[in-house]
């Protein structure tokens, strides 16, 4: 829905998204995402949103290399539900602070890799995966990475999969708090 680029003081707020139908036990990720930031937005701020059948809440991408260009993103309330992600951050997310996410339903909650400075706290239900995934990838590292978690009368918990996993692949990129 929304897309922004080297943008300061975004402010995104009183959102009620119904997307369509999305099967977050597949591997094709397709459908509306509610805001994606790409490099250079700084300062943004989210007050309270609920979306529910899109691809994500939040989306902060860039290619692997170089330094993360978004900074200083706040999240008050995001509720997703039945999203393949509440929040998606591919190597740009520092300085994200997320008040309060609740998922229920998605593929993940939390999905950041490439990382500093984050807090966060989720709150899940029936999550499918992996529901807070933190990786250090392709060389980049994270740190300072804070997340409470809580994991409520969920009916199922993606089978065999961790709540919470904190991963670094074979690029030595390293993971510390």
Known sequence: MFTFQNCDG????????DGPAQDTTSTAVKGIEFVRLMSGCR???????????????LIMSRGSAGPSTIHNVHVGQLSATNCWYGING???CDGLLVDQLFTDGC?????????NNVRANVTSRNPK???VAISAADG???SDVHVFYRNVDSAESGTGQSKVLISSDHTGASVTN
């Open 10 to 17: 975004v402010t995104v707020d009183g959102f009620d998204v």
């Open 43 to 57: 300062n943004v701020w989210m007050p309270q949103n609920r979306i529910k059948g899109c691809i994500a809440g």
């Open 90 to 92: 591919q190597y740009e």
């Open 107 to 115: 593929h993940r909650s939390l999905f950041i890799y490439g990382a």
């Open 129 to 131: 995966a992996d529901d």
């Open 140 to 142: 980049c590292p994270i």
